[in-house]
């Protein structure tokens, strides 16, 4: 499956931002797909997920309750909402794809997923 990643830009701290991440190739509805974020200078952070077949979601306590992940699955995509963005939220966020069942601990590794979007760069100013 291939993924791409779109919308991020320059926004205020305080704004909301949705992120989407299409997928072509692969079944889509037959992948979890994730969120991940880099910021300068730091490791990839896991931000959540959403499961294929039951559209679970799991986030990460960093940013639960400020990020909503859904998936449209007739658009092939999913999308990352964003509110009450912080200047610490800047950082390249990716979507990534995974077609196994994961415990939390699991997916919260990048090693966990084989496909990976090319990233969006959002930034937020104070």
């Known amino acids: 499956v291939q993924l791409q990643a779109f919308g991020g830009g320059l926004v205020q701290a305080g704004v909301s931002l949705r992120l989407s991440c299409a997928a072509s190739?692969?079944?889509?509805?037959?992948?979890?797909v994730g969120w991940f974020r880099q910021a300068p200078g730091k490791e990839r952070e896991f931000l959540g997920r959403?499961?294929?077949?039951?559209?679970?979601?799991y986030y990460a306590d960093s940013v639960k309750g400020r990020f909503i992940i859904s998936r449209d699955n007739a658009k092939n995509t999913v999308y990352l909402q964003m509110d009450s963005l912080k200047p610490e939220d800047t950082a390249i966020y990716y979507c990534?794809?995974?077609?196994?069942?994961?415990?939390?601990?699991?997916?919260?590794?990048?090693?966990?997923?084989?496909?990976w979007g090319q990233g969006t760069l959002v930034t937020v100013s104070a």
């Open positions: 959403i499961n294929s077949a039951t559209s679970t979601t």
């Open positions: 190739g692969r079944t889509f509805t037959s992948f979890a």
């Open positions: 990534v794809a995974d077609s196994n069942r994961r415990t939390f601990a699991q997916m919260s590794l990048p090693t966990a997923y084989d496909y």
